[in-house]
């Protein structure tokens, strides 16, 4: 991992496929950070949710593999049925512990991890969701010093998981999902 | 400076964990390692990781339930249902033509893995002739295990992925079910045999046909990943069969000389060579 290689951590449930469709078609093509998501989905989904995000974002979209390097200008998706977590040698780790929030992967461990191991500049971001997955995990990110920005509840299609996080964590912003993706732009140019 | 204050904290309750317990957790994978000793700490109410060593230390809190929240604490009946199929499909038929099985299921955890592997080579004919070895490094996780009886709230799910996994019953036929919880047949157990086993520090002890480790390597480091697979290799006969987690791989290790891949859906491994490289 670069020394001080930026990442955005981003949290999803219901409502999260359109979301993140439309927050990755916003992203420039040079990101010159890393994005790791969490999506609350059925493990069967996420092969047909790489490919169908790959088709309109310009920056390659992945699964994360254990033990695979962070790659910068990537955007990862979780396994299914598996927690995701950072490595501080910038790598991913999968587990198979207890359900948060009744979810696995889930995006409280994901965020936690994140706010725990990484070292570069860390965004978290909170999207559509109707539960309360990525509110805890959000307050650990700021309190690490990143910063969070979550989807606007009038917007989403699910308002509980942001207005979760805002109440919980705060927001250093709270956007429609057009100008999340311009903040991340703007946050990590080439 | 709050974050490397724990690091430090960490080193030393991983040491106290060796040096009173004789359990070496040091080659384990960081960042799971270290949510659990904060779920830990959750646990037994402390404020930091240096009163959980503390509380160690002074026998205060007991090791096995350290130990069992430390491993591998969670797993469903016929996880990831492919893999089942994979195993009916590719190795159930190679098993068959020996008089005699040995499999070694490496962390079983509670047993949930265990019965169901027990529930298809009963239905494949192919249990009477098997010991299945279920191991764990946590005695709670084992009692648990030989107890086999769990709550039933997953009971949906588990039926569904039995019938996945291609079960030819009904799962029903292989339970009673009272009071919110599900107690497995004896009979599914009677040719299993539970032990506390540890990868990091224990050895050989059978020759197996079928080794299944899955999703334990993920939270060792590669190092211990290492010495784990050349027991795996040592415990297995020629043409031996190891099947991992389905998101577990052994592509980063160096294995052409001991495995060759079957099945990415398992994954499922063959051992290969008669001597060690």
Redesign the interface.
């Known amino acids: 991992m670069r020394e001080g290689a930026s990442l955005v951590v981003v949290g999803a449930s219901a409502g999260g496929v359109l979301a993140l469709r439309s927050l990755l078609s916003g992203l420039r093509a040079d990101l010159a950070a890393s994005l790791v998501i969490v999506l609350h989905i059925r493990e069967s989904g996420v092969d047909s949710l790489i490919g169908l995000l790959n088709q309109s974002s310009r920056i390659p979209v992945r699964e994360a593999l254990h033990g695979a390097p962070i790659e910068t200008g990537v955007a990862y998706v979780a396994p299914g049925n598996y927690h995701l977590l950072i490595e501080r040698e910038g790598c991913f780790a999968l587990s198979v512990d207890d359900k948060v929030c009744h979810a696995r992967p889930s995006i409280d461990v994901l965020f936690a991890s994140a706010a725990d191991a990484w070292r570069g500049p860390l965004v978290g971001v909170v999207l559509t969701g109707s539960n309360e997955d990525g509110a805890r995990g959000l307050a650990e990110i700021r309190a690490r010093g990143g910063r969070a920005w979550v989807q606007s509840p009038a917007e989403a299609e699910a308002p509980q998981m942001p207005e979760a996080a805002v109440r919980v964590a705060g927001a250093d912003a709270v956007l429609p999902l057009a100008d999340i993706a311009r903040n991340i732009n703007q946050a990590f140019p080439p | 400076m709050k974050?490397s204050v724990e690091d430090i904290e960490l080193g030393l309750f991983v040491e106290a964990l060796k040096q009173r317990h004789g359990y070496d957790f040091s080659g384990y994978?960081?960042?799971?390692f270290?949510?659990?000793v904060q779920g830990l700490c959750i646990h037994f109410r402390t404020d930091n990781i240096s009163q959980l060593t503390e509380q160690l230390l002074h026998d205060r809190i007991a090791i096995g339930d350290v130990v069992s929240q430390l491993s591998?604490?969670?797993?469903e009946f016929f996880?990831?249902p492919p893999s089942f199929a994979t195993l009916r499909r590719a190795v159930f038929p190679v098993l068959a033509s020996y008089p005699h099985i040995n499999i070694w299921q490496a962390g079983c955890a509670r047993g949930e893995e265990v019965y169901s592997l027990a529930i298809l080579l009963t239905e494949a004919g192919l249990y009477d002739r098997c010991r299945i070895y279920a191991t764990d490094i946590s005695g709670h996780a084992l009692a648990a295990a030989r107890e086999g009886v769990y709550p039933d709230r997953e009971l949906r799910q588990s039926a569904s992925s039995y019938f996945e996994a291609g079960g030819s019953g009904t799962l029903s036929d292989y339970f009673h079910a009272r009071y919110g919880h599900i107690k497995l047949d004896d009979d599914l157990k009677r040719n299993v045999t539970f032990a506390e086993h540890n990868l990091a520090l224990d050895g050989v002890f059978c020759e197996a046909q079928l080794v299944l480790c899955r999703?334990v390597l993920?939270?060792f480091k590669?190092p211990l990943q290492r010495r784990a697979l050349d027991l795996f290799h040592a415990s297995l006969v020629r043409g031996g069969f190891l099947c991992l987690?389905n998101?577990?791989?052994l592509s980063?290790h160096d294995i052409g000389d001991h495995f060759a891949l079957v099945d990415r859906q398992g994954p499922l491994y063959r051992r290969v060579l008669d001597t060690d490289a």
């Open positions: 974050r994978a960081e960042a799971s270290r949510r659990r591998v604490p969670v797993s996880r990831d999703n993920i939270y590669p987690g998101k577990e791989s980063r």
